[in-house]
């Protein structure tokens, strides 16, 4: 379903909450309904990251030689055939590369360094200036675009959101342990909110949706009615 507004303001919609919530297919489902252009910030990160690994850089390493790669590294989106976004490193396209669990691990280490936030922040809302995206990440609504119209907080019990991780995995052909997985979903969430740069936490005027009993179906019906009701 494609929603088609004319005439009406292009807003910034700004998607925080936990990993493993589903944040990038919903934002990828509603920009689709919105017409809107989506940013998925977590492969930004996830792109820094493959960085620092390539480069025998350690996330959670030296500040100093984490930001010297930065000096070196154009990240961009690539539009598909099909529609769909590919996250490209210096003009390569590392989409697969890129959704690991090692890089997934590092990217969180690696975000909580002010520098490389600082650096991935000035091109995002670079990206946001005229409206008419939709973002995805753990500091959108706080930091990046604190002035968004509107700000969905996603949310899911650790169980639930490591049942999801370990599926994930198993289809792209993983053997993941469940007891390492959800203690990686721990970890990150741990390593998420207790970070001193832009830590994750629900921004006052979010709207919490806690998607851990909903199919689906329910989850983007719901927040289609969010997004309307926004718009109106």
């Known amino acids: 379903m494609i929603s088609i507004r004319l005439n009406m303001k292009q807003i910034i919609v700004a998607i925080d909450g936990y990993s493993s919530c589903g944040k990038s297919t ?10 809107y ?23 959670s390493g030296n500040a100093a030689d984490i930001e010297a790669i930065l000096g070196f590294t154009r990240i961009d989106f690539a539009i598909q055939p099909d529609g769909t ?11 697969k ?5 090692e890089v997934g691990n590092a990217a969180s280490q690696i975000a909580v360094v002010p520098e490389v936030r600082r650096f991935l922040v000035a091109q995002q809302q670079k990206m946001g200036e005229q409206g008419g995206i939709v973002m995805d990440g753990r500091d959108i609504g706080t930091v990046v675009f604190p002035n968004a119209e509107l700000k ?7 169980e639930v959101r490591a049942e999801r991780r370990f599926k994930e995995l198993q289809e792209k052909g993983g053997q993941p342990v ?8 721990n970890d990150r969430d741990y390593r998420d909110t207790h970070r001193a740069e832009s830590p994750l936490k629900q921004a006052d005027d979010a709207i919490v ?10 989850q983007m019906e719901h927040i289609y009615r969010i997004f309307d009701n926004a718009c109106k």
């Open 178 to 185: 469940m007891a390492d997985v959800l203690a990686d979903v």
């Open 37 to 59: 252009r989506y940013i998925d910030t977590g492969a930004m990160y996830r792109a820094v990251a493959l960085q620092a690994i390539r480069n025998q850089v350690s996330p």
């Open 97 to 101: 590369q890129i959704r690991t669990l």
């Open 26 to 35: 919903i934002a990828k489902q509603l920009a689709q309904y919105a017409g």
């Open 85 to 95: 976004q590919h996250v490209t490193l210096n003009g390569e396209d590392v989409e």
């Open 152 to 158: 969905l907080f996603l949310t899911a019990s650790p």
């Open 209 to 218: 949706v806690d998607n851990s009993n909903m199919t689906r179906e329910e």
